[in-house]
């Protein structure tokens, strides 16, 4: 599993941001990366009011042992 991991921060407060995650299964982080603009594109439409800054793809975070 590919995580493509990006910032969206509210367009009229730029400083008030969140971290948000996209799951991706059987691809690669090429893949990724390729799929990556175009997807962030989408889910802009879709959340107005939100702009997305900085992202990147990423295999997910495991748990850390204690």
Known sequence: MIELIFMACLATNPVECEERRMHYVDVS?????????PQLAKWTET????Q????????PRTAEKA
């Open 47 to 50: 959340h107005p009011g939100w």
């Open 52 to 59: 997305v800054g900085r992202w990147k793809c990423s295999y």
């Open 29 to 37: 982080l090429m893949q990724c990366v390729m799929a990556a603009q």
